[in-house]
């Protein structure tokens, strides 16, 4: 089972920024697709942004699109959330979330129910 950290989260004002780290210890990270998630206060899961297996696609939601880029370094086990321009209805527990892709085409996974690998969360506030 992959064991994934998340880190990055705090307080910041609207229109700020924040980086998000997921990271994991495993040699085979690269075949992993990875997605962000996030759960605001009351509301569900709902799916930020994603990125495939040695990071050929990456896709994100529309309320973040523009705003929000996923990358990943595979020799450093780690993808990043870069997050611009926040607004107070950013605000929410951030997951990152794993699923093993054995081939690197491209493939993207939108739905919590498709990854297996799951980190403990963020906190990420957005207020001023």
């Known amino acids: 089972q992959l064991q994934l950290v998340e880190s990055g989260g705090g307080l910041v004002q609207p229109g700020g920024s924040l980086t998000l780290s997921c990271t994991a210890s495993?040699?085979?990270?690269?075949?992993?697709?990875i997605g962000w998630f996030r759960q605001p206060p009351g509301k569900g899961r709902e799916g930020v942004s994603f990125?495939?297996?040695?990071?050929?696609?990456?896709k994100s939601a529309d309320s973040v699109k523009g705003r929000f880029t996923i990358s990943r370094n595979d020799a450093k086990d780690t993808v990043k959330l870069q997050m611009n321009n926040l607004e107070p209805e950013d605000t929410a527990v951030y997951y990152c979330?794993?699923?093993?892709?054995?081939?690197?085409?491209?493939?993207?996974?939108?739905?919590?129910?498709?990854?297996?690998?799951w980190g403990r969360g963020t906190q990420v506030t957005v207020s001023s």
């Open positions: 495993d040699p085979a990270f690269h075949y992993y697709a």
């Open positions: 990125i495939s297996s040695a990071g050929l696609t990456t």
């Open positions: 979330a794993a699923r093993y892709a054995r081939y690197y085409n491209g493939t993207l996974y939108y739905w919590p129910d498709e990854y297996t690998d």
